[in-house]
């Protein structure tokens, strides 16, 4: 039940004071900078440990500074900063107190015993290291790494709370400068020792803000009569509706108000998510979070006037007022109504739709930007009329990007209530067709607001569906999304596991007990010239393979450019995927229609991966009957293989599982076994492609084969087969851009076991077939790649 307050200080309750609320908030803003704090803390260490010699060196010029400063004037000044260290936490506790602030002095305390406790641990993990600790002036021991209680005071002091105090600031800074100078002075502390305090100390309480979170108390119903009063409001009745949001009944009849509380809960609310998608996304709103609190509200009044003078119904502004240095309040007419979800479905009217684009012209002709037109943003009047409300994420003087992005919004949420053809067909009548499908491109889940995708999730097809009826007036419009997002998560991954795989492969090539660098310039020049010649075969027999799959025809060499091209793009993709996309997108040039396109690379990708399989099995059969195989007998094999299918026959059983696994068949059953029918009537064209897929593998096996025995070795050539098919088959999986990183090391280990050969030869060998295969390639593929794209063929 909300509570109610009244301006006489009783609640509808009963009689008697109300007592303010007090919530408890975690600002991210105290995240951020604790693990900023937590990093160059971090960084600190590690200049402590691996820079000596500019640490004694800095070590060396302060103890010279303090050579010449005399004794009893620094003994003095150690005292009197002492006892100004202690004095100033003290008298601002006392303060704090004396203003009724006791949960941020319990606050600060609790930081002040966590950079306590920290400032020890410290101490015991590097209370030896020579650049952070030295002997101690009383010649009794070692000073401490982290000097002396300034840690605990600045932990106390900032959790306690010195916003808006500027002479406790003034103050604590003077403290601290006092101790750490004369610390330097006296010989307590080291340069690194006292920036190690302050890190931790500044770290710990921020960390502790966050942690249990900024108290914050919500404004007494004195505190809102006076606020509004000076606004011009004359308050009767203040009702809360939500954690920032109030019911203000006026006097005199006036209409009632629907006043919004900025401070740092709202501030607060969501930054994390908006700040991913700042990242992330070309078109995302600046996070309230990162405005001070008076640019924040300057922006949402900017935003009520401008859209009151375009005409556009919306939350009229009433007043606003500062209630204080980290809180203010907006104070809009009260608007009764329903949001779209609420309504009925006869209530959804043509009228109504008609009007719903009307308000969002009215705004684009000012150029104003909602950025939000989600479902519950479209409120309906008691008397049928549309208002747009939510305009505190909006945008004054917005490019035509953003309000493409509104069209696309509110496309969206009335298509998720009317459907696709009556919300396409009432914006076109208001629009125009030219200005719908402008914003087809930007019908993407990630480019509309949070409530129209929850929605979206039981109704994925609706996008598709609200670009096929707008395209059937104007067939010719550009529908193909286009990119928004800056960074993809993907991206990420692939970016971090790129640095770990490369960190693996530089230290394994520099800590390995052969070095495989004098391995390789040591290499047989007549084995090297093979593996080239080899490693070249490799893209004629690709070429061959791909297309021997395509039943149109297709020129032999702008196809041995795309197989060219695909050894660029697998340097910016993971694994396959970069060459499948690529060879996809030249069929599409090629006028082969996307389906098709998309059924004979997904074929030759089939035969391909069988293919592999009967090879390694084939070759892993050779190996076993070779002298000193230590492969399993057959009946070990069959074994393992009637295991498999009981498991397999098992998980059929699951209707979950059978279900999952008809929906990944399903494109195989639909597209890929007709294409094969259709080659089946092509066999010379067939046989190509069969054949193809088997050179590649082949030349892929000779040219690592040439690779050891250009480093002196004479493994079987089963060896190294069944090492390159099992190998590559697991490392192409790695999300590493052409599996670097994870390749080496499969390959590496699988010769090693194999083939017998030590892991530095080995690995040597494997680094020729990768430079070979994957990295010298990379220039003419980035030719043959901008090739195919000045002809268009790409």
Known sequence: MATVIRNDNQTEAGEGTA??????????????????????????LLIAMGAHGTADGLEADVAEGAEHVPWPPGQIAGVASAVVLLLVPLAFAVDRLARRAALRVADGVFAAVLAYGLSLGLDAAFGNLATLTHQSPDGLGRTDAVYGHLAPVLAFMTAAGLTGLRRWRTALTAALAMAGLSGLIIGWATPLSLVLALLVGWATAHGTVYAIGTPIVRPSAEQLRQTL???????????????????????????????????????????????????RLRTAPRPRGLRSLRSGLEHEVLLAYAAAAAGARTRRLAATAELDADRAVVAYEYLPGRTLPELDDAELTDELLTDA????????????????????????????????????????????????????????????????GRAVAAGTAVLGGAAVCAALPLLQPIALPRGTRSALKDRPELLAAIRE???????????????LERLRPRTLLTVFAGVFAGYLLLQFLFSSQTNPISAIAEADPGWLALAALAAVASHFAATLGFIGFVPERVGFRRSLA???????????????????????????????????????????????????????????????????????????????????????????AVPWVRGRLAGLLRPLRAEVLPRLLDLLQRP??????????????MAFVACLYCCTRAVGQQPSFAAVAVTFLAGNA??????????????????????????????????????????????????????????LQRRGAL
């Open 469 to 483: 009826e707008a395209l059937r007036g104007r067939p010719q419009a550009p529908a193909e999304p286009v990119r």
């Open 562 to 652: 795309a197989q060219v091209a695909g050894s660029f793009v697998k340097l910016v993709s993971p694994g396959g995927v970069g060459g499948v996309a690529l060879n996809t997108r030249f069929l599409q040039c090629s006028g082969i229609p996307t389906a098709q396109a998309l059924s004979s690379v997904g074929a030759s990708q089939l035969i391909g991966l069988v293919l592999h399989l009967l090879q390694l099995a084939a070759f892993t059969a050779l190996l076993g009957h070779g002298a000193g195989s230590e492969l399993p007998d057959a009946p070990v094999f069959v074994a393992v293989l009637a295991v498999a299918a009981v498991l397999v026959v098992l998980a059929l």
């Open 684 to 697: 010379g064209r067939l046989a190509a492609g069969l054949a193809g897929q088997l050179l590649v593998s």
């Open 357 to 420: 684009w009307q308000q969002l012209d009215l705004l684009h002709r000012r150029c104003i930007a909602h950025r939000a037109l989600a479902p519950d943003n479209v409120l309906i009047g008691p008397d049928g009329t549309v208002h747009l409300v939510g305009l505190a994420d909006g945008e004054i003087a917005a490019g035509e990007l953003l309000l493409r992005l509104d069209v696309a919004g509110l496309l969206t949420a009335l298509a998720l209530r009317v459907g696709a």
């Open 229 to 279: 009063g000076q606004a011009g409001v004359r308050p009767h009745l203040t009702r809360r509706t939500g954690p920032c949001r109030y019911l203000v009944t006026q006097h005199d009849g006036r209409p009632d108000l629907d006043v919004h509380l900025l401070d740092r809960h709202a501030q607060a609310t969501g930054l994390f998510h908006r700040l991913w998608l700042l990242l």
């Open 730 to 787: 697991a490392g192409s999986a790695a999300p590493t851009p052409g599996g670097s990183g994870v390749v080496e090391g499969l390959l590496t280990e699988a010769l090693a076991s194999t083939a017998s050969i030590d892991r530095g030869t080995a690995f040597a060998a494997v680094i020729l077939f990768r430079l070979l295969t994957f990295v010298l390639p990379i220039l003419p593929g980035w030719a043959g790649f901008a090739w």
């Open 19 to 44: 007592v303010p609320e007090v919530q408890r908030v975690r600002y991210p803003g105290s995240l951020i900078r604790c693990m900023f704090g937590l990093t160059a803390a971090g960084l600190t």
